[in-house]
């Protein structure tokens, strides 16, 4: 799918430091830094560069495992996950205090717990 997928924390910051998220990556990333390679897809992301990651954006992602890897990388940064024109998806119901009002009134909310299930809320809309 070639449409953005934003993620990042209204309240603060990532729970993981450009480290530990960089390592999380690394087994997927080709060298640029910019491309996840799985077993099933790739998928460009942008924003690895910064120091300190605090919010990434993906996109052209192919195959199942990339997603998996979104709401994983997301969950574990406490990350909320925004696909353009799509609902806004949660990793945990708690993060919703954290989003901002006008965001809420434009979008539908919704708790994934999966990649699974991020990926069937982005093609449901």
């Known amino acids: 799918m070639s449409f953005d997928i934003f993620l990042q924390a209204f309240d603060g910051g990532s729970l993981l430091d450009t480290a530990a998220i960089l390592e999380e990556l690394a087994p997927y990333l080709k060298p640029n830094l910019e491309t996840l390679r799985t077993d099933d897809g790739e998928a460009d992301v942008y924003g690895l560069d910064n120091d300190p990651i605090r919010h990434l954006m993906f996109n052209h992602v192919g195959g199942r ?3 998996d890897i979104i709401f994983s990388l997301a ?9 353009v024109d799509c609902p806004i998806c949660l990793t945990h119901r708690d993060q919703l205090s ?5 965001l809420l009134d434009e979008f539908p909310v919704v708790v994934v717990r999966s990649g699974s299930e991020l990926l069937a809320v982005i093609l449901d809309s």
């Open 98 to 102: 954290s989003v901002p009002t006008e």
């Open 65 to 67: 495992i990339a997603w």
């Open 75 to 83: 969950q574990r940064c406490g990350w909320v996950i925004m696909p």
